[in-house]
């Protein structure tokens, strides 16, 4: 959920009584990067106009305005960004505008006006240039998602792919993992749209498709490049799975992307592209399910019951444990770190933490999170490996709910599992899980 519960929050409200639209589009771009969203829609109706964000695939509203200033802030925009008409009101428009927040990130935007029956509405896709790419160890990718992230590393070839369902930010986890893999002696060449950071290790190609430039006739050029590493932006169509997978096969390691919601959604989506199971079985190795989550601030975190409070959501808890091996969980413990105190916490006393965005001293606006109290911005893995036995099941046909639960008996952690440990270990409000995963 937008956190509205800050000082941006309030100036934005301010911006709109007082009509200062020059600081509401500054105030909505600080606030709409420092909430990761990936578009911001600025719509029109016959009796108010609302600001929408679209945050880890999800719209939801950021403010209201009344409908009398709307035009005013449409034609703001169309000056400032020197590139549309402000005199043409019944035909779409683009623009692409390159801005600095209030916080001093570079962005460009993809903006587009579309004519509606009650005046123009205004997208912006918004693209952080400040992101660099994180270290694949800051990413809280844990124990044995760990390790079989690892196993698909080493391979010499095949095909990692992370699913994502709409909107940014689904390749950070890939050009960490690709950052792990750059040496010297590796060719890595990708095929982006966009281009969002410019890497100098990598041989980055942007995604034209006005001049028929598709993926594969730059695959067949990248492949005289003598690549090892190949990485393409998303895989959409038939004609770019099968290039994919014939990469895969004469010896190069494929990173993409595909817009699925799991990692076992995934199979039924590759054989509606008509694929076969023994290209699929012959060529995937790992395939990752990821979800953006709000990490718990720790300096005003406080304890909070549960069962109490919420029994359906601790139920879903101890169920998800309950459908573990015990050694299983025991090594997750382990190796993520996590206490006996904070497991048995949870278990015994059915505690768990939220962020209190004040000072538990001073009963001030906490210092670090100012006030977010879920600021920062992580990921929920889920990652599926291909080892031989789950080939085998998908030679014999096996349906994707066979395949994945013969995968969480071996141990996959899917995204709830990752996050009722990430619960117990003190990082995620249990509400925010269940936002982001539904209960099996
Ligand atoms: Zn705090």
Same mark, same amino acid.
């Given at each position: 959920?937008?956190?509205?519960?800050?000082?941006?929050?309030?100036?934005?409200?301010?911006?709109?009584?007082?009509?200062?639209?020059?600081?509401?589009?500054?105030?909505?771009?600080?606030?709409?990067? &420092?909430?990761w969203a990936s578009d911001i829609h600025i719509e029109v109706y016959s009796t108010y106009c609302r600001i929408r964000l679209r945050v880890d695939g999800i719209l939801e509203e950021l403010i209201q305005y009344p409908p009398n200033i709307h035009e005013t802030i449409i034609a703001k925009f169309k000056i400032e960004s020197w590139q549309m008409r402000s005199d043409e009101k019944r035909l779409p428009q683009d623009a692409?505008?390159?801005?600095?927040?209030?916080? *001093?990130?570079?962005i460009d935007l993809r903006a587009n006006t579309l004519p509606t029956v009650h005046g123009e509405k205004l997208v912006l896709r918004i693209i952080d240039k400040s992101k660099k790419i994180p270290p694949l160890k800051v990413l809280w990718i844990e124990w044995i998602n760990a390790v079989y992230l690892d196993n698909a590393l080493k391979a010499p070839n095949g095909i990692i792919l992370t699913t994502w369902p709409t909107?940014?930010?689904?390749?950070?986890?890939?050009?960490?993992?690709?950052?792990?893999?750059?040496?010297?002696?590796?060719?890595?060449?990708?095929?982006?749209? +966009?281009?969002?950071?410019?890497?100098?290790?990598?041989?980055?190609?942007?995604?034209?498709? &006005?001049?028929?430039?598709?993926?594969?006739?730059? $695959?067949?050029?990248? =492949?005289?490049?003598?690549?090892? %590493?190949?990485?393409?932006?998303?895989?959409?169509?038939?004609?770019?799975?099968?290039?994919?997978?014939?990469?895969?096969?004469?010896?190069?390691?494929?990173?993409?992307?595909?817009?699925?919601?799991?990692?076992?959604?995934?199979?039924?989506?590759?054989?509606?592209?008509?694929?076969? +199971?023994?290209?699929?079985?012959?060529?995937?190795? /790992?395939?990752?399910?990821?979800?953006?989550?709000?990490?718990?601030?720790?300096?005003?975190?406080?304890?909070?019951?549960?069962?109490? &409070?919420? +029994?359906?959501?601790?139920?879903?808890?101890?169920?998800? /444990?309950?459908?573990?091996?015990?050694?299983?969980?025991?090594?997750?413990?382990? =190796?993520?770190?996590?206490?006996?105190?904070?497991?048995?916490?949870?278990?015994?006393? *059915?505690?768990?933490?939220?962020?209190?965005?004040?000072?538990?001293?001073?009963?001030?606006?906490?210092?670090?999170?100012?006030?977010?109290?879920?600021?920062?911005?992580?990921?929920?893995?889920?990652?599926?490996?291909?080892?031989?036995? $789950?080939?085998?099941? %998908?030679?014999?046909?096996?349906?994707?709910?066979?395949?994945?639960?013969?995968?969480?008996?071996?141990?996959?952690?899917? $995204?709830?599992? &990752?996050?009722?440990?990430?619960?117990?270990?003190?990082?995620?409000? +249990?509400?925010?899980?269940?936002?982001?995963?539904?209960?099996?």
């Amino acid at each position: 959920m937008i956190n509205k519960n800050n000082s941006w929050y309030e100036k934005l409200e301010n911006a709109i009584i007082d009509a200062d639209i020059e600081m509401l589009f500054k105030l909505l771009l600080t606030v709409a990067v &420092d909430e990761w969203a990936s578009d911001i829609h600025i719509e029109v109706y016959s009796t108010y106009c609302r600001i929408r964000l679209r945050v880890d695939g999800i719209l939801e509203e950021l403010i209201q305005y009344p409908p009398n200033i709307h035009e005013t802030i449409i034609a703001k925009f169309k000056i400032e960004s020197w590139q549309m008409r402000s005199d043409e009101k019944r035909l779409p428009q683009d623009a692409r505008v390159s801005t600095v927040t209030l916080e *001093w990130k570079e962005i460009d935007l993809r903006a587009n006006t579309l004519p509606t029956v009650h005046g123009e509405k205004l997208v912006l896709r918004i693209i952080d240039k400040s992101k660099k790419i994180p270290p694949l160890k800051v990413l809280w990718i844990e124990w044995i998602n760990a390790v079989y992230l690892d196993n698909a590393l080493k391979a010499p070839n095949g095909i990692i792919l992370t699913t994502w369902p709409t909107g940014s930010w689904k390749s950070t986890t890939l050009y960490s993992a690709l950052s792990t893999l750059n040496n010297d002696d590796v060719n890595i060449t990708t095929y982006e749209d +966009p281009v969002e950071n410019k890497t100098d290790w990598l041989n980055q190609s942007q995604v034209r498709t &006005d001049i028929w430039y598709s993926f594969a006739s730059w $695959l067949r050029a990248a =492949l005289r490049q003598d690549p090892d %590493i190949i990485m393409v932006w998303e895989i959409r169509d038939e004609e770019t799975l099968e290039t994919a997978m014939e990469a895969a096969m004469t010896w190069h390691l494929v990173f993409s992307t595909i817009h699925t919601n799991s990692s076992s959604e995934t199979i039924t989506r590759v054989y509606n592209m008509w694929a076969k +199971p023994y290209m699929l079985a012959g060529t995937f190795n /790992l395939v990752m399910a990821q979800r953006l989550w709000r990490k718990i601030c720790d300096k005003c975190k406080v304890k909070y019951n549960l069962k109490k &409070d919420n +029994p359906e959501l601790y139920r879903n808890m101890m169920e998800v /444990l309950s459908s573990m091996k015990p050694e299983h969980i025991k090594q997750e413990l382990k =190796l993520r770190w996590i206490s006996w105190s904070k497991w048995t916490e949870f278990t015994k006393e *059915w505690i768990v933490y939220v962020g209190s965005w004040k000072d538990s001293e001073t009963w001030e606006v906490c210092p670090v999170c100012n006030g977010w109290w879920e600021k920062w911005r992580v990921w929920l893995y889920e990652f599926m490996e291909y080892d031989d036995k $789950l080939r085998q099941k %998908i030679l014999d046909w096996a349906s994707n709910l066979e395949i994945e639960n013969f995968a969480l008996d071996k141990w996959m952690m899917n $995204l709830e599992r &990752d996050g009722v440990f990430k619960v117990i270990k003190w990082l995620l409000n +249990p509400k925010e899980l269940y936002r982001l995963v539904k209960h099996k």
